[in-house]
């Protein structure tokens, strides 16, 4: 997966492309102050759900925050070493084609270690996800309905419902997901495990 992407320096350059200091992002977004500083020193890996809200606070989509320059002509493959990384530090989620400027969907090579979880807060955006699990356990909430799925089992759901993703195994679960549209968004609200 892509190691480079600096995402203190992204977010602060988004934050003053739009004139905000770190206090009114922090304000807008719902944080501390010093929440906002420490992922700008890159100090603190955010959670997904973190650093989406202090996106939802700008407002950039996720697929936006980690889009950098494509080439004119988008290719086709891509070796694992190439996948952006848009985890938290614990969760590892590689999105497929990050840089495309075009991308109707999102392709995520999710990765959750034992006991990973996509945060107490349930999640919800336009659109649709499905996926299909590689290997090891995930346990998937969706509006309130919880299944547990293996190797094999997939998973295919409206996402304006109300969902949660835990890995309730002994090993690592790894699941190879797609959503559309790739924006996640609900209403400008950024919102998404991946």
Known sequence: ???AFDVGA????LRLARGLSQRELAKRAGVTNSTVSLVEQNHVSPSVSSLKKILDALPVSISAFFAGDEPTQPKPFYRAEELT???DG???WGLVAA????RQMSIIHERYPPGADSGEEMLEHDGEEGGVVISGRI????????GVLRAGDAYYFDSRRPHRFRNVGEEECVIVSASTPPTFSDAGQERHHA
């Open 90 to 92: 614990t969760l590892s």
């Open 85 to 87: 990384e848009i985890g």
């Open 99 to 102: 840089r495309r400027p075009d």
């Open 1 to 3: 997966m892509e190691d």
């Open 139 to 146: 346990e998937i909430t969706v509006d309130g309905e919880v």
């Open 10 to 13: 992204r977010l602060k350059q």
